[in-house]
T-cell receptor
Framework: AQSVTQLGSHVSVSEGALVLLRCNYS??????LFWYVQYPNQGLQLLLK??????LVKGINGFEAEFKKSETSFHLTKPSAHMSDAAEYFC????????????FGTGTRLLVSP | DAGVIQSPRHEVTEMGQEVTLRCKPI?????LFWYRQTMMRGLELLIY????????DSGMPEDRFSAKMPNASFSTLKIQPSEPRDSAVYFC????????????FGSGTRLTVV
């Protein structure tokens, strides 16, 4: 079974500051890990994914995440926040073998102030 | 690629009425998922299909909810009779046979039951 825990339902940063959204996973099998972003009144959009190749994964809009097996973490970062990054971010996990459904975290709302 | 197409985008109905939400997955995707999103409960997986067959409907809240996938290019989620507590945004998502690419979400249907 898989699960993810997102620490902090809300994260506030200033424009230009570092963005760090935390995600820890639990999986009984080697995982695939994903970050999705949801802008207001829109569906979820894939930001980036880890599929057992490089542990540092780069995604759209300058975001990246690092898979750390020893820490069971997949934190999302961006060096400099933009106002347009304000959205809700979801971490998700699935197993690697066969058909496996994605299990989503509860989401973290990122607030960016001028 | 037109993406996952959901209709209608908005639905307002009176309590007791039947509501049907529609979804067209991406061509070639063999898994389809129905989610419900509310402020209180976040993102909930209602049901998912693999190769048009329902695999897990344990998330369907009550017998008032039913879902079908008559072919690979169409699915419906029906609520009969609808109740005000069913008000939410309903998302459809699809994914290809391998888990590498994650899910592609539709833009959602915002349902309001008055």
């Amino acid at each position: 079974a898989q699960s993810v825990t997102q620490l902090g339902s809300h994260v506030s940063v200033s424009e230009g500051a570092l963005v760090l959204l935390r995600c820890n996973y639990s999986s009984s099998v080697p995982p695939y890990l994903f970050w999705y972003v949801q802008y207001p009144n829109q569906g979820l959009q894939l930001l980036l994914k880890y599929t057992s190749a490089a542990t540092l994964v780069k995604g759209i809009n300058g975001f990246e995440a690092e898979f750390k097996k020893s820490e069971t973490s997949f934190h999302l970062t961006k060096p400099s926040a933009h106002m347009s990054d304000a959205a809700e971010y979801f971490c998700a996990v699935s197993g690697q073998r066969g058909f496996q459904k994605l299990v989503f975290g509860t989401g973290t709302r990122l607030l960016v102030s001028p | 690629d037109a993406g996952v197409i959901q209709s209608p985008r908005h639905e307002v109905t009176e309590m007791g009425q039947e509501v049907t939400l529609r979804c067209k997955p991406i061509s070639g995707h063999n898994s389809l998922f129905w989610y419900r999103q509310t402020m209180m409960r976040g993102l909930e997986l209602l049901i998912y299909f693999n190769n048009n067959v329902p695999i897990d409907d344990s998330g369907m809240p009550e017998d008032r909810f039913s879902a079908k996938m008559p072919n690979a290019s169409f699915s419906t989620l029906k609520i009969q009779p609808s109740e005000p507590r069913d008000s939410a945004v309903y998302f459809c998502a699809s994914s290809p046979p391998q888990g590498l690419k994650g899910y592609t979400f539709g833009s959602g249907t915002r349902l309001t039951v008055v």
